[in-house]
Each structure stands twice: as structure tokens, then as C-alpha cells.
């Protein structure tokens, strides 16, 4: 079964810090991958998705993502987080002609003003 | 546009009870998804609907969940009887085709005592 690895569980920082986030997945064929944010209070919702392409992704918010084939990962970056960047972030995978989506266990990011 | 709606918010109840939850997905979303999220992990897919047919119910534990959605609108995920392990979010997603971008409800949090 596909998994999906997410670490550091638990990440604080400051403003105008940067963010890396990782997502490992263990699948290896095609896959369809995603990130979601969950601020506090509100629905998750996409932040960036990566189908086929150009394998550097850009989102919402000043987020992008890169996908490295070869690692199986899918890294979540902002150079300069703001206080309202605070939120779980969820990587989620998809196997390539299937419906269904694996997340991993989210990351608790909290930006200090 | 209107979101996922999903009642209720909140729900607390003892173990071998039973309880009830409703879904709404985006209007014309022809995929409709029900999600378990337990504490510090990320939601994990539960059913499936392609319109009121079921496509994945492989993690549902049939012995006592249960979920239907006959007019291939609304859905109702149902548990009976409960047990403190089902204590979770449930979350309601929906998509205008399997495989498209998920909007996430904002969930119903379940206490079993």
C-alpha cells in the first residue's frame, strides 16, 4: 500500500523565515501529487497540486513545491513566512488512474510574529 | 458558490450508541468522499460515490459504518454502534469528477465516551 511520510510534525519559526516542508511517498509509479492547508478554524483546502510537467510548482500564498522522481518527494517551500502561514499542512498523494487519496500526518506550523 | 456542508459540527455520545452524519456536497459535484481524520493524523478515506454508486469502500468497516447517498445529492455516513476509537473528524470532500480537485466540509468532530 502507498504511504506517505511527512516529519518534524511540529515546526515553529519566525517571521521572514523560510519554510521546507517534506513528503516522501512509497509508491513507485505514476503519481498525482498534492498539498493542503488547514488554517485555523477552516477547511483544508489545495494549496498546490503537481499532475506532469514542469516538476517546480507554484501555489497560492507564495507557496511552491518541487517534485524529484528520483527521491519520491515532494517538498513544500516559502522563503518568507508570515504570521498567517500559521496552519497544518497536508501532503497527499494519488496513484496515477486510481481515485483515492493518501495523506500523510500533517505538519503543525506556527509563525511568531 | 456554496461549499461542502456538513452537520453536525460537533457530536458527543457514548460508546454503543448510534449517530448520524449528513453531508451536502457543491452543487453538480458528481464525486462525493467521506474521510476519517483522528488526532494527529491526516484524513484517511473512508467511502468513495461516483454519483449514489459506490466506488471505494475498502477501509469502511462495514461491521458497523455504513454510508449512503440514494439520490446522488446529499450523503449520510452512519456508525452503530460506536466505539471509543471512533472518536475523530469526519470529513466530507466532493469533486465535479473523480480524480478532480477535492473540496473539503468543515467536518464533524465525534467525542465516544
Known amino acids: 500500500a502507498q504511504s506517505v511520510s511527512q516529519h518534524n510534525h511540529h515546526v515553529i519559526l519566525s517571521e521572514a523565515a523560510s519554510l521546507e516542508l517534506g513528503c516522501n511517498y512509497s509508491?513507485?509509479?505514476?503519481?498525482?501529487l498534492f498539498w493542503y492547508v488547514q488554517y485555523p478554524g477552516q477547511h483544508l483546502q489545495l494549496l498546490l497540486k503537481?499532475?506532469?510537467?514542469?516538476?517546480l510548482v507554484k501555489g497560492i500564498k507564495g507557496f511552491e513545491a518541487e517534485f524529484i522522481k528520483s527521491k519520491f518527494s515532494f517538498n513544500l517551500r516559502k522563503p518568507s513566512v508570515q504570521w498567517s502561514d500559521t496552519a497544518e499542512y497536508f501532503c497527499a498523494v494519488r496513484i496515477y488512474g486510481n481515485n483515492r487519496l493518501a495523506f500523510g500526518k500533517g505538519n503543525q506550523v506556527v509563525v511568531i510574529p | 458558490e456554496a461549499g461542502v456542508a456538513q452537520s453536525p459540527r460537533y457530536k458527543i455520545i457514548e460508546k454503543r450508541q448510534s449517530v448520524a452524519f449528513w453531508c451536502n456536497p457543491i452543487?453538480?459535484?458528481?464525486?462525493l468522499y467521506w474521510y476519517q481524520q483522528i488526532l494527529g493524523q491526516g484524513p484517511k478515506l473512508l467511502i468513495q460515490f461516483q454519483n449514489n454508486g459506490v466506488v471505494d469502500d475498502s477501509q469502511l468497516p462495514k461491521d458497523r459504518f455504513s454510508a449512503e447517498r440514494l439520490k446522488g445529492v446529499d450523503s449520510t455516513l452512519k456508525i452503530q454502534p460506536a466505539k471509543l476509537e471512533d472518536s475523530a473528524v469526519y470529513l466530507c470532500?466532493?469533486?465535479?469528477?473523480?480524480?478532480?480537485?477535492?473540496?473539503f466540509g468543515p467536518g464533524t468532530r465525534l467525542t465516544v465516551t
Open positions: 470532500a466532493s469533486s465535479s469528477a473523480a480524480g478532480d480537485e477535492q473540496y
Open positions: 452543487s453538480g459535484h458528481a464525486t
Open positions: 503537481y499532475f506532469s510537467g514542469d516538476p
Open positions: 509508491y513507485g509509479g505514476t503519481v498525482n
